[in-house]
């Protein structure tokens, strides 16, 4: 009732908050009243996945193994394009939701949906041998990258919305400029760097 931004502070949505308060009657309807607030500290030792839908791995497990597939690649050009985006990415990858509102729209679910791709195209590499594999694992790894740049949201893996540049570009758009970018940038070939746009 008589709250203070310079004595409680000023929180953004989406931030853990440690309350300590009581629960009263208001008009015969229970609220909590809130004696002290803060931003929750390393030591209170909060994980954010207990407050918010999170994929079922965690973010570090899924980047590495996404790391790993590529660098098996046999094809050099493909191999540092992937990297090197993955890489440049990680921070943002390891919470961002795949969507916003339905699926893996949840805390690392672009990941957890970015790897079960992969793994399908792991399979249909398997049944179907003459399919070039590096070109199609890298496609699967970048096809949905820049919803990083699509979709608006915190660390606590929630989307709030979409970008300008999402609602007007799209994922799609916005990830083959990323490769086009990202294979100048690295010296990678033309005609590669088209071949994996078109991938997405």
């Not at 709250?3 to 009581?22: C, F, M, R």
């Not at 694992?137 to 989307?159: C, P, Q, R």
């Not at 086009?180 to 070939?189: M, N, P, Q, W, Y």
């Amino acid at each position: 009732w008589k709250y203070d931004e310079n004595l409680h502070g000023v929180y953004e949505p989406n931030t853990l908050v440690k309350v300590q308060g009581i629960i009263t009657k208001f008009n015969d309807a229970d609220q909590l009243r809130v004696d002290r607030i803060r931003k929750v500290i390393e030591s209170d030792g909060v994980k954010i996945e207990d407050y918010v839908s999170s994929a079922v791995y965690s973010g570090e497990m899924m980047f590495d193994e996404l790391i790993g597939i590529a660098d098996a690649f046999s094809d050099d050009e493909l191999k540092a394009i992937v990297k090197t985006i993955l890489t440049e990415n990680k921070e943002k990858l390891l919470y961002y939701p795949a969507a916003f509102k339905l699926h893996h729209a949840m805390r690392s679910g672009l990941l957890q949906h970015t790897l079960s791709i992969v793994r399908l195209a792991q399979g249909v590499c398997k049944i179907y041998p003459f399919v070039d594999a590096d070109l199609l694992l890298s496609g699967a790894m970048l096809h949905d990258i820049a919803k990083l740049e699509e979709l608006v949201a915190g660390e606590t893996g929630i989307a709030s919305g979409y970008s300008v540049e999402g609602t007007l570009l799209g994922h799609l758009v916005k990830g083959a400029m990323l490769i086009d970018k990202t294979a100048e940038r690295l010296g990678v070939s033309h005609d590669k760097a088209v071949l994996l746009e078109h991938m997405l």
